[in-house]
Nanobody
Framework: QVQLVEFGGGLVQPGGSLGLSCVASRIMFSSYTMNWYRQVPGKQRELVTTITSGGSTNYADSVKGRFTISRDNAKSTVYLQMDSLKPEDTAVYYC?????????WGKGTLVTISS
């Protein structure tokens, strides 16, 4: 069955950096648009960033200039580099793979920004 597994969450001080990765299995990874979402308890899940199969990227205004998404199709992995982190970046971060009518989700990884 299809699996997306996120790695790299944790506790970071404000202003710090953290890298997340998401490894996909049993999908034709290179064909999928890959997304990172985040969710704070009691709020809707929000789209943070996207990378298409062709490598085009898009970012939410709240993270533009601080976060960088990338992908390695040979490793079926998508990355999220997060710099200049703020307390409001605290959330559970989810990896999503999207192609046509198909959507797959990871279980999420918690990122906490606190001093």
């Amino acid at each position: 069955q299809v699996q997306l597994v996120e790695f790299g969450g944790g506790l970071v001080q404000p202003g710090g950096s953290l890298g997340l990765s998401c490894v996909a299995s049993r999908i034709m990874f290179s064909s999928y648009t890959m997304n990172w979402y985040r969710q704070v308890p009691g709020k809707q899940r929000e789209l943070v960033t996207t990378i298409t199969s062709g490598g085009s990227t898009n970012y939410a205004d709240s993270v533009k200039g601080r976060f960088t998404i990338s992908r390695d199709n040979a490793k079926s992995t998508v990355y999220l580099q997060m710099d200049s982190l703020k307390p409001e970046d605290t959330a559970v971060y989810y990896c999503n793979a999207h192609w046509s009518t198909l959507d797959y989700w990871g279980k999420g990884t918690l990122v906490t920004i606190s001093s």
